[in-house]
């Protein structure tokens, strides 16, 4: 799966000394998308994933060192995900529908001013396998998971 996605973020950290420990939580309009071809005799099976949005609530803990934060985050993952199999022209089945599980990462905050910090952080994200049943005895199951890396610009008030 590969793609784009873009949102907002808010959040709450504690620091004592130089331990920081923190909830946040995000939403992301998406535009992730997986595809796949079979080649069968008498033609082809079509696989195809889409994530249309992404939302998580996490704890963060991490490390200060100076003006840079190094820190773990992990929580839960909700996201609109979208399988279809195509088995021709004529046989389409697809599920549409909000897939909850979670999410685990870790990344690198920089203070840039007293107010403002930039950010990146890697996480992976598992939104549950979805197995969909296209004929008696017959079933295809996708993997609904990926890796994002993330960019981003923090106001601290």
């Known amino acids: 799966m590969d793609g784009f996605l873009g949102g907002v973020q808010i959040g709450y950290n504690y620091q004592v000394n130089s331990t920081v420990l923190g909830i946040e ?7 992730v998308k997986g595809h796949s071809d079979e080649v069968n005799v008498g033609g082809g099976d079509v696989y195809d994933t ?6 998580s609530i996490l704890a963060r803990a991490g490390y ?3 003006s840079t934060l190094v820190y773990g985050t992990g929580g ?10 195509l088995a021709g022209p ?3 089945y697809s599920e549409k529908n909000p897939k909850i599980c979670w999410t685990i990462g870790a990344g690198l905050e920089q203070a840039i001013t007293d107010h403002w910090s930039a950010n990146a952080e890697y996480r992976y994200v598992d939104l549950r396998d979805q197995t969909i049943n296209y004929a008696p005895n017959f079933s295809t199951t ?7 890396v993330r960019i981003g610009m923090n106001y601290k008030f």
């Open 50 to 55: 889409k994530v249309d949005w992404f939302r």
């Open 25 to 31: 939580s995000d939403i992301s309009g998406a535009d």
């Open 76 to 85: 839960l993952a909700i996201g609109g995900v979208e399988n279809r199999y």
């Open 90 to 92: 004529a046989d389409s």
């Open 64 to 66: 200060a060192f100076g």
């Open 142 to 148: 996708f993997d609904n998971t990926f890796s994002t």
